[in-house]
């Protein structure tokens, strides 16, 4: 039994056979619905969908509508950022090349990472020096090592990670977590009125 709001109650029954010869009633595939409108929302840092459907819709169990208009995200979870699976990105300082293999084995050993790579952010500094009584303007650039690991913040956290290169020898010097915050997302027309209706 579907209630009345229920984004299912329309969806038809088909009866399934099994392998045993036992019939079993269930719903079809529920086909996402075509959206109209153009609206967007930038997500902040924080957001949920039951507060978006409740700032666009007055009704926060109308959630799955915004998660209809956006299907390129597998799972509320992940429109808003929330999943277990996260990238953090570490700014390292090296002392010396070989520690990369003994920072790479201990990463790939933590419980909970999933990948680990690692590539250099190139950056163009500006310095005045003095050459033959002269002065000007040197550009050179400054490589900065950046490990980036996914992992599931469930079992092993960014704090951890970072201890863990730490460890191995290498001096994290910042480190970030990608997340939702900027990102736009599709908030479609309420049936019958406009997104505030």
């Not at 079993?24 to 086909?31: E, G, M, P, S, T």
């Not at 650039?141 to 599931?152: G, K, S």
Request: aromatic content about 6%; glycine content about 8%.
């Amino acid at each position: 039994m579907f209630s009345k709001r229920s984004r299912y109650r329309q969806v038809p029954d088909v009866a399934v056979s099994g392998k045993d010869g036992r019939t079993v009633v269930a719903k079809d595939l529920r086909l996402l619905p075509e959206v109209t409108g153009t609206f967007t929302h930038i997500l902040g840092d924080g957001d949920r969908l039951d507060q978006l459907a409740f700032l666009y819709y007055d009704q926060p169990l109308q959630y799955w509508r915004i998660c209809d208009a956006n299907p390129q995200f597998l799972s509320p979870l992940a429109l808003t950022g929330q999943e277990a699976l996260v990238t953090t990105s570490y700014q390292v300082t090296v002392a010396n090349d070989d520690l990369w293999a003994r920072a790479l084995a201990a990463l790939s050993a933590t419980v909970g990472v999933e990948n680990v790579t690692v590539r250099h952010d190139t950056a163009l500094e500006h310095s005045v020096v003095t050459l033959e009584g002269e002065q000007v303007t040197v550009v050179t650039e400054r490589r900065t090592p950046v490990v980036t690991v996914t992992h599931n913040r469930a079992t092993v956290d960014s704090a951890a990670i970072a201890d863990a290169i730490e460890g191995a020898g290498l001096t994290v010097e910042t480190w970030s977590v990608s997340g939702p915050a900027g990102r736009r997302i599709v908030v479609p027309v309420a049936a019958g009125g406009g997104a505030g209706s």
